[in-house]
């Protein structure tokens, strides 16, 4: 049992833990405090906490499947294509980098979630 909670603190599996509590209380008190001055219905701050609460375990999964560790990611790129390689350079077109993907993939996340009524 102890080498599995070594695992999880070599994955990082307890910082997102971590993080993804203190986001998600936010994002609570930010939906109680601003819904129903938006006249908001009740139903829609539930959702938000049962959403969030959903996505708690998924989110140590992925922590867990992921690594993101900077030992781990760069020794499973090929070696031509590791940091710093003029290779690397020359191949990193469009978007490569974690904080350029999470930018990505938020605005894509709020996108398809603002629509016109």
């Known amino acids: 049992m102890d ?3 070594r695992e ?5 599996v307890y910082r997102v833990a971590v993080a993804y509590a203190v986001v998600a209380w936010l ?4 939906a109680t405090q601003t819904f129903p001055f938006f006249d908001i219905p009740n ?3 539930r959702l938000v906490v049962l959403l969030l609460v959903l996505g708690f375990p998924v989110a140590l ?3 867990w499947a ?3 560790t900077p030992e781990v990611s760069n020794s499973r790129r090929p070696r031509r294509m590791r940091r710093g390689t003029p290779a690397r350079r020359e191949a ?3 978007v490569s980098s974690r904080p350029e993907q999470l930018r990505v993939c938020c605005s894509v996340f709020i996108s398809c979630g603002s629509r016109p009524r």
């Open 66 to 68: 992921f690594e993101l």
């Open 92 to 94: 990193s077109s469009g």
């Open 8 to 12: 999880l603190k070599r994955r990082n």
């Open 3 to 5: 080498s599995f909670f």
């Open 61 to 63: 999964v992925l922590a």
């Open 27 to 30: 994002l609570i008190q930010i």
């Open 43 to 45: 139903w829609a701050v």
